[in-house]
């Protein structure tokens, strides 16, 4: 962990523990075997802080235009990383997934959309791209999904009882210019800010969508929670995206159709794609959200 990040509700910074040395960590060991053993976590760790920042855009007076950061305690963030270690070698995900995985990144897919519209200009064959956006995914991801989905990929009871412990009486205060709220508990969605969190979204959206991932890459990437779905026919796009659409919600995540996006290379269909009800307007380019940046996945 890097030094000089805010600090939770514990006030005790990560270089407090670095400055200890050989003697921090034997100190940490014996509280993280501790909780291993007994399966809970100090009390103490389960206080965040969260501070509105303004998303740069919009009216500063809409709560809409502004993003949430939780700080949580940074002795138990390094806990959450030996936790994400463990289940790690203990389940792995699919590997349409690209986000958070080690030696993967957004350049991966790009390239793989990019070779795969290259080679059906070349042979002037129609190209179908569905990029779906989940409606606020880590936040409202129910709760009993993460463990189910730890049980479905066999991860030991000891690691899934300890992930659930760390959700346990979960608190945040919200942290404004005139002071701090009093405490309320979070009940929904991952943990944001913390370490286990995006494996955690990964290892879940893999167990909901395993009976709908039929056809191999490129057909299929992910990155996070950023799906796109590739055809050449958009018949059968239109096919995969309400199984797509059903399977998420059956665990309980909600398509955004306002914000997922249709775009069509060699086609002489010029229409857009419907999703039930729903219209997706056709676009001529996509950006791809990541956590730190965007960038533009097809020019």
Known sequence: MENRKAVGPDEVPIQAWKALGARGVCILTNLYNRILSDRIMPDQWRLSIITPVHKGKGSVQDCGNYRGIKVMSHTMKLFERIIDTRIRQECTVSDFQYGF????????????????????????MPLHFLFLDLQKAFDCVPREMIWWALRSKLVPETYVEIVRDMYRNSDSIVRTAVGDTTPFPITIGVHQGSALSPYLF??????????????????????????ALVDGDKGRLTRRVHAWREALENGGLKLNVAKTEYMACNSTDLTSLRIGDDTVERTDYFRLKTVKTK?????
């Open 295 to 299: 960038k533009a996945l097809l020019d």
């Open 202 to 227: 990964s290892v879940i959206l893999d167990e909901l969508s395993a009976s709908v991932q039929k056809l191999p890459q490129p057909w299929l990437l992910m990155y996070a929670d950023d799906i």
């Open 101 to 124: 995985q080690p030696g993967r990144g957004t350049m991966d897919p790009i390239f793989a959309l990019r070779i795969l519209m290259e080679k059906h200009r070349e042979k002037n």
